[in-house]
């Protein structure tokens, strides 16, 4: 029998525009310091628990996470990876198919268009990922297999809408 791995995509929350801030040092918006813990509490009520978290390096998407992890019981490893800022769908699911086959749970904090890509790609299904959405994805099977159409996804939206219900 395979194990399952899931894969939570999670969008950094809104950044703030105002200032004069290159794209990699830009901070949260306020509505952006709002969203972000309300993902991690959707977590926290919907997971069993998470592995690791691969995160951009971009500031914008490690305060998400650090929001986020505020809100779990037990914060995972957090590991922030180049690769993840400005990512292509493909050069995600590269970064995912690396994975280590003894983690079963796995967020992944990044950026549009890349991480709404790699919905599509992993799931077939095309779902808008605006700012703190998260989505889940079941994969059958170790990482490597992560493949095209080889995930199920199993929620979808930006907390706390009701859309975003666990299956």
């Known amino acids: 029998m395979t194990e399952e791995r899931v894969l939570v995509l999670l ?31 959707w977590l926290a009520e919907n997971l069993d628990h998470v592995d690791l978290a691969v995160v951009s390096p971009a500031t914008r998407a490690r305060t998400t996470w650090d929001l986020v992890a505020a809100e779990l019981t037990v914060v995972p490893p957090t590991r922030i990876d180049e690769r993840v800022y400005a990512a292509s769908d493909r050069e995600l699911q590269d970064v995912v198919r690396e994975l ?5 749970t796995v967020v ?37 297999t992560a493949g095209d159409g080889q995930g199920e996804l199993r929620a979808a939206g930006r907390p706390p809408t009701s859309r975003l219900a666990a299956e």
């Open 108 to 144: 992944l904090v990044g950026h549009n268009p890349g991480i709404e890509e790699l919905v599509a790609r992993l799931t077939g299904d095309w779902t808008p990922m605006p700012t703190s959405s998260i989505a889940v994805i079941a994969l059958a099977g170790p990482w490597p």
């Open 11 to 41: 969008r950094h929350a809104k950044s703030d525009w105002s200032g004069d801030e290159p794209d990699h040092a830009r901070p949260l918006a306020k509505r952006g310091r709002r969203q972000a813990p309300e993902a991690g509490r």
């Open 100 to 104: 280590t086959h003894d983690l079963q």
